[in-house]
Nanobody, 123 residues
Framework: QVQLVESGGGLVQAGDSLRLSCAAS????????MGWFRQAPGKEREFVGY????????YYADSVKGRFTISRDNAKNTVYLQMNSLKPDDTAVYYC????????????????WGQGTQVTVSS
């Protein structure tokens, strides 16, 4: 069982930066691919990016490539989402998710989810 808690969301202006954190419980965090997803009002939840359990593979959605960076600290059981050059279209609830020893861009492939943190970008 893995429990995930996101933090770091807030209200920022376009062009600002924000870093989200996702803290995981459990001893096997280093065995899980960690994904980030987001859901804007009235829209389906969409893939943002993932980092493999070793950190050796990182993949981003085209919409955030070059602006967002995912990293992880297995010693702290935490994964991060650094978001730069934020746009109003990035406004959404951001979720982290965990999948055991496999990577995927599909939300249905992930086993554990956090409660989400709101990011609002004003123009």
């Amino acid at each position: 069982q893995v429990q995930l808690v996101e933090s770091g969301g807030g209200l920022v202006q376009a062009g600002d930066s924000l870093r989200l954190s996702c803290a995981a419980s459990g001893r096997t965090f280093s065995s899980y691919t960690m994904g980030w997803f987001r859901q804007a009002p009235g829209k389906e939840r969409e893939f943002v990016g993932y980092i493999s359990w070793t950190g050796g593979r990182i993949y981003y959605a085209d919409s955030v490539k070059g602006r967002f960076t995912i990293s992880r600290d297995n010693a702290k059981n935490t994964v991060y989402l650094q978001m730069n050059s934020l746009k109003p279209d990035d406004t959404a609830v951001y979720y982290c998710a965990a999948r055991y020893r496999a990577w995927s861009t599909h939300l249905n492939d992930y086993d554990y989810w956090g409660q989400g943190t709101q990011v609002t970008v004003s123009s």
